[in-house]
């Protein structure tokens, strides 16, 4: 069970990103604590454990939801567009995982970026518009991007677009972590009933001690 455990864990920072992408293109607001742990989970290189690069379950327990709604009926009025943003992110992981150049690249610019946070704080703007960058000058080269559909007013606004590209990298991290605890694609087709058993084993625990 532990390894599909690790495996929802993942997959729901996948999902939590998602709901954050889709949240800020339509609304242009988001949690900023689950922003936050988006953030924080892009500096985590070498977590002991899956829960690490959250900082806790508790931290993706939005995720988790999400994702387990979303994988059990395929469709929830509120995360219309998320689906779509999770197959992206995973396939553009995909393509990264085939070019070692970038993925140093983006290894020693967050780490760079990491340090800006203990200037600033995780949640600064400044943090956000250098994380962006990054995204902007790796994953988004790629012929594949993501397209992010929502409000024009929210979407033009530099703030809200640097969110959503550091929302997008959090999710590829998500993705990479997903795959190399043994995550497919097909996993969500195929097992998605001990996905789904290990998401409702983890809400039912965490959220009991949420209270």
């Known amino acids: 069970m532990s390894n599909w455990r690790d ?5 729901a920072g996948v999902f939590q990103a998602a709901i954050l992408v889709e949240r800020l293109a339509k609304t242009g607001t988001a949690p900023a604590e689950q922003m936050e742990t988006a953030v924080f989970s892009l500096f985590q290189q070498n977590p002991e454990t899956t829960e690490d690069v959250f900082g806790g379950v508790e931290k993706v327990l939005a995720g988790l939801r999400g994702a387990r709604q979303l994988l059990a009926t395929r469709s929830h009025p509120e995360y219309t567009d998320c689906l779509r943003y999770v197959l992206s992110i ?3 992981q995909r393509q990264l995982a085939k070019k070692p150049g970038l993925l ?3 290894g020693s610019r967050l780490e ?6 203990d200037h600033f704080g995780i949640g600064h703007e400044n943090v956000y518009a250098n994380l962006a960058s990054i995204y902007s000058d790796t994953l988004s080269t790629f012929r594949f991007r ?3 559909l929502g409000d024009f007013n929210y979407l033009q606004q530099q703030r809200i677009a640097n969110q959503i590209r ?9 993705a990479m972590l997903w795959r190399q605890l043994g995550g497919r694609r097909l996993h969500l087709l195929f097992q998605r009933k001990k996905l789904i058993a290990a998401m409702d084993a983890l809400v039912a625990k965490y959220e009991t001690l949420e209270h």
């Not at 495996?7 to 997959?11: F, S, T």
């Not at 760079?112 to 946070?117: I, L, Y």
């Not at 550091?166 to 998500?174: I, N």
Request: glycine fraction near 4%.
């Open 90 to 92: 995973l396939y553009l």
């Open 146 to 148: 993501i397209q992010v």
């Open 104 to 106: 140093s690249i983006i």
């Open 166 to 174: 550091t929302m997008l990298f959090a999710g590829v991290r998500s």
């Open 7 to 11: 495996q929802a864990l993942a997959l």
């Open 112 to 117: 760079k970026a990491r340090t800006q946070t």
